[in-house]
């Protein structure tokens, strides 16, 4: 599978009143670090847009290990695991400094932009699933 590489800084809109990144605002890191990974795969949200893709997510699973603060530089890791006829299965990871902070586990559904369940588009697994994997979070 492709493991994909991004950093976020820790920015004080981000904090809640302890200081710590709130705990939403990880979905916001993650959703762009998933984004870049299918720019990054040739399979960016216009261009399948203008095929009539989506994808949705469909289960979020969201386990925070450490807090995160203020101008912390976190590595965002992403993988795709699955591909199935029409959802995938994905593992994503926020690091500082080798240190866990959050994890996150994705299950995601193509449709057409009505909302109907599509199959993958085509190349998708294959893209996908190709290179090397990220570490099982435990």
Do not use: C
């Not at 590595?75 to 996150?104: F, H, K, M, N, P």
């Amino acid at each position: 599978m492709i493991d994909h590489t991004t950093t976020i800084v820790v920015r004080f809109g981000d904090l809640d009143p302890y200081d710590h990144v709130n705990h939403a605002r990880y979905f916001t890191y993650f959703e762009s670090a998933r984004i870049e990974l299918l720019e990054e795969m040739g399979f960016g949200m216009d261009l399948m847009k203008s095929q009539g893709f989506q994808i949705v997510l469909v289960e979020l699973t969201a386990r925070f290990h450490k807090p995160a603060v203020l101008h912390d530089r976190l590595t965002i890791e992403t993988a795709v695991l699955e591909v199935a006829r029409s959802t995938t299965r994905w593992r994503q990871q926020a690091t500082r400094g080798g240190d866990l902070i959050a994890s996150l586990e994705v299950r995601a559904a193509f449709t057409d932009v009505g909302g109907a369940p599509v199959r993958a588009p085509a190349g998708f697994s294959e893209r996908a699933l190709a290179g090397t994997s990220l570490p099982e979070l435990s």
